[in-house]
């Protein structure tokens, strides 16, 4: 049956402009959150973010249904989702608090190249990874300044988000009678819960303040609705191990923001950064599914619903 309206265009875009949107979206989040991070502690601006973009995702897709109907395989999933999504937000504000946020950014794409390692069975492949980790290289600003606890929370998040591609490109691909973006809703819900001993009583004060709210508000859509959206919408079309390869697309996509918004011209360094990212993702190609990689799910098909 073939599609009409916004369920069509979604999956006639290429797996990869939903990358990009979540890239944008991955760098604005970070100005909304200045004014939280200025009068809340960091576990109060990740418990904000979360509880905002579940408040949304809840509005939207009704998460608790979606628990009640799907399999005990599919509700570990969801779980587990849930509570990677939490405590890596929470290791990631705390470790942004310690470090520079660019070292922060290089640590946390190590694990993420071992994922892109998998699929990369051809030396044209190899090649792209090896831009792909020197272009990143080049366009983080590396500066082993900083507590040491900022370093262990900076460690942490970066295998708490390699968890989270894992999870959440199994749900994209293996989630029965629901699709991705349902899953994602599921999964917020349990971040919430999770993540309420830690942050509640730090986030509490925003409840008394308009502005830090709205501010809060718009971390948890820039940071966590929308790019996690994109994520499920490119993950289901898209091999795990080419996704974490895209991820070398962050940085760039944030030397690019800065040309464009703010004027902020790279150095020489950073233009061979990026040129190096553009480099690998125009020469990696993503190989037929290996034994680790879920099947085609109906989205693939025209059959998914992408829609409330």
């Known amino acids: 049956m073939s599609l009409t309206g916004p369920r069509a265009v979604l999956s006639a875009a290429p797996p990869w402009s939903y990358f990009i949107g979540s890239a944008v979206f991955h760098y604005l989040g970070p100005a909304f959150a200045v004014l939280p991070f200025s009068r809340l502690a960091p576990l109060g601006v990740a418990t904000l973010r979360i509880w905002s973009a579940v408040l949304v995702l809840a509005l939207w897709r009704r998460p608790w249904r979606i628990l009640a109907r799907i399999d005990a395989d599919g ?3 969801i779980i587990a989702w849930g509570a ?17 946020l660019g070292t922060v950014a290089a640590i946390e794409f190590l694990p993420v190249v071992a994922l892109a390692a998998l699929g990369t069975r051809t030396a044209r492949n190899i090649v792209a990874l090896v831009a792909a980790v020197g272009g990143v290289y080049a366009l983080t ?5 900083g507590a040491p606890l900022g370093f262990v929370f900076a460690f942490a998040n970066a295998v708490l988000f390699a968890a989270y591609i894992v999870l959440a490109h199994r749900a994209a691909r293996r989630l029965r009678g629901i699709d991705g973006i349902d899953g994602l809703a599921a999964a917020m819900l349990v971040a919430s819960v999770c993540v309420a ?45 080419t996704y974490a390869l ?13 040309i464009v918004l703010l004027r902020q011209f790279p150095s020489p360094a950073e ?5 190096l990212v553009v480099l690998a993702v125009t020469l990696y190609r993503e190989l037929r599914a290996a034994p680790h990689e879920e099947a085609v799910t109906p989205l693939q098909e025209g059959k998914t619903e992408c829609g409330t």
């Open 246 to 258: 895209l991820v070398a697309l962050l940085p760039a996509t944030a030397t690019v923001i800065g």
């Open 197 to 241: 001993p830690m942050g509640v009583w730090q986030a509490a004060p925003a409840l008394a303040d308009p502005v830090v709210l709205a501010a809060g508000i718009g971390v948890g859509l820039c940071s966590s609705v929308i790019p996690y959206v994109c994520d499920q919408l490119a993950m289901v079309r898209m091999a795990r191990s």
């Open 271 to 275: 233009l061979i950064g990026v040129g």
């Open 141 to 145: 600003d590396i500066r082993l300044a």
């Open 75 to 77: 509700r570990r999933t």
């Open 84 to 100: 990677v999504l939490a405590v890596m937000n929470v290791c990631f504000y705390l470790a942004i608090a310690r470090v520079p």
